[in-house]
């Protein structure tokens, strides 16, 4: 069950960045936007594991300096959440399973990586929950791009 209300997204975005540089003080972390605010109706505590979980992983799959931007931006009546790192990617072939239940993608950071391939099956369920869409696509030079559409009343 979903205790959905009005969020002020932009602080929680600054709050996660906090903690994950606790656990990842390397790593650079931009929010880019022109909005001056952003609000939207969710679930604080799942949002907030949602935006964690999509940087936890970025770090995770990355072989040099992590580097993570966040870019906000409004399209049409949505409000656009882009994830964009400078990981390892993925192979296009994988793209359909990364939300699927226990799914770790194959790759040379595997043995490195801990976890039961459960993060973004979660994310994807709170997505649901919110009617929300959550995709991924690979960057042209490096990494990828975790993108969240959130409709707008």
């Not at 790593?27 to 935006?51: C, K, R, Y």
């Not at 049409?76 to 799914?103: A, E, S, T, W």
Request: aromatic share 12%.
């Amino acid at each position: 069950v979903l205790d959905k209300k009005p969020l002020e997204v932009l602080p929680i975005l600054e709050s996660v960045i906090e903690n994950i540089k606790l656990k990842y003080p390397e790593t650079q972390i931009e929010i880019q936007t022109d909005l001056e605010s952003v609000t939207i109706e969710a679930d604080e505590f799942h949002f907030t594991n949602l935006v964690y979980n999509l940087l936890d992983n970025a770090i995770k799959y990355c072989e040099n300096k992590p580097k993570i931007n966040i870019a906000v931006a409004k399209t049409g009546k949505y409000l656009q959440f882009d994830f964009i790192d400078n990981g390892i990617g993925m192979d296009y072939k994988n793209i359909p399973f990364v939300f699927d239940k226990f799914y770790r993608i194959p790759s040379q950071k595997s043995n490195e990586v801990t976890g039961f391939g459960l993060g973004l099956y979660y994310s994807k369920n709170v997505c649901d929950l919110h009617n929300w869409k959550i995709s991924v696509k690979c960057n042209p030079e490096k990494g990828c791009t975790f993108s969240l559409l959130i409709p707008q009343k």
